[in-house]
């Protein structure tokens, strides 16, 4: 039942254990990815689909992870619009020339998946020839932190050109969120054809905004691609962090499962949005740097948020941290599957 442990929970139908996989769970923390990225810069790693196929593959190789999830940065479509980037260490994606005008986004180019990111498919089919027992998601950002990156040139705290954008040309910010809906929508598809079983937007961001601008701007396109992306088959997951205040909003925008992060119980997340979707989440990472007992402990309080165990996938609230021991992590998916045998048969 592994092959499709995942997928099951994401539907809300019955699995043997509790599903795990954990964001970022191929990273910094790995010594092969290491060793990897001290040959190879990020981009290189990423646009290689033997080596992406491979930093993929690593964690399932130690632990009894139920997914792989294709190594890749939410920046690779950014060449599919005609849009030059780099990813620079400690920085994340670098815009050098940010999308802030009506004419910066009329001039963004057809975004064509086959054509601009052929290696992110061709990952995900090496990782399906070498590990044929275990699915993959695929994922791409969502399109308020697309937008952000875009607008801000990189990372930002406080979002203040992307915030001016919105209260000075809401025209133009929305048109900007119509081409990165397509591009998602396209971008997603390309990687469900290619073999993922299930598909994760990361709307990370999205929690810098007010309730009101969500409604606005945001809830409309992400429902427009999670309506694009049904037909494919696939269950869909929404992540984003620091969202507490867009709980329900966030529950209404069509994906088959809500990402929760750390900073709000599982269970309260329930009762706030019902029964209408799964969950996914939401183990602290610093969890992973403590003892084993204490570990243990933040796990099942965790587990305990999700009595039932059903429509339900363990993760953490954000990704591993690069300073996490991988023993943690063999624990962490140990417990999780002998206590998840526990959960389900309550």
């Known amino acids: 039942m592994r092959r499709d442990r995942l997928v099951r929970a994401l539907r809300g139908e019955p699995t043997d254990v509790t599903p795990i996989w954990l964001m970022r769970q191929a990273g910094r923390y790995l010594p092969g990815y290491r060793a990897l990225r001290a040959a190879h810069p990020i981009l290189d790693l990423a646009r290689t689909p033997a080596l992406a196929a491979e930093v993929t593959l690593e964690p399932l190789?130690?632990?009894?992870?139920?997914a792989g999830v294709v190594f890749a940065d939410i920046s690779l479509p950014f060449a599919g619009l005609g849009v030059p980037f780099s990813i620079d260490p400690g920085a994340g994606p670098v815009v050098p020339h940010p999308v802030r005008s009506r004419a910066d986004v009329d001039a963004l180019t057809e975004f064509d998946a086959r054509a601009s990111v052929p290696f992110v498919g061709r990952a995900i089919e090496r990782f399906l020839e070498l590990e044929p027992d275990r699915p993959i998601l695929g994922f791409a950002g969502g399109p308020f932190t697309m937008a952000a990156y875009l607008i801000e040139g990189g990372a930002s705290r406080e979002y203040p050109e992307t915030k001016r954008l919105i209260y000075s040309d809401p025209g133009t910010f929305d048109r900007l969120l119509g081409r990165l809906v397509e591009m998602t929508i396209r971008y997603l598809a390309f990687q469900a054809?290619?073999?993922?079983?299930?598909l994760q937007l990361f709307d990370t961001w999205i929690g810098a905004v007010t309730p009101s601008v969500f409604d606005r701007h945001l809830l409309e396109p992400l429902r427009a691609i999670f309506d694009g992306v049904r037909p494919l088959g696939r269950p869909t997951i929404l992540f984003?962090?620091?969202?507490?205040?867009?709980?329900?909003?966030?529950?209404?925008?069509?994906?088959?499962?809500?990402?929760?992060?750390?900073?709000?119980?599982?269970?309260?997340?329930?009762?706030r949005i019902g029964d209408r979707i799964a969950l996914q989440g939401n183990l602290d990472p610093g969890a992973l740097l403590g003892t084993s007992d204490r570990l243990r402990q933040e796990a099942r309080a965790v587990l305990d948020e999700?009595?039932?165990?059903?429509?339900?996938v363990f993760n953490l609230g954000h990704g591993v941290l690069p300073e996490t021991d991988p023993e943690r992590v063999r624990e962490l998916v140990d417990y999780v599957h002998t206590s998840g045998r526990t959960v389900g048969s309550r």
């Open 61 to 66: 190789r130690r632990f009894d992870l139920d």
């Open 193 to 198: 054809e290619s073999g993922a079983a299930a």
């Open 240 to 271: 984003a962090t620091g969202s507490s205040h867009l709980t329900e909003r966030l529950a209404r925008s069509g994906a088959d499962a809500l990402s929760v992060d750390w900073r709000e119980p599982l269970g309260r997340v329930r009762a």
């Open 306 to 312: 999700v009595p039932d165990g059903r429509a339900y």
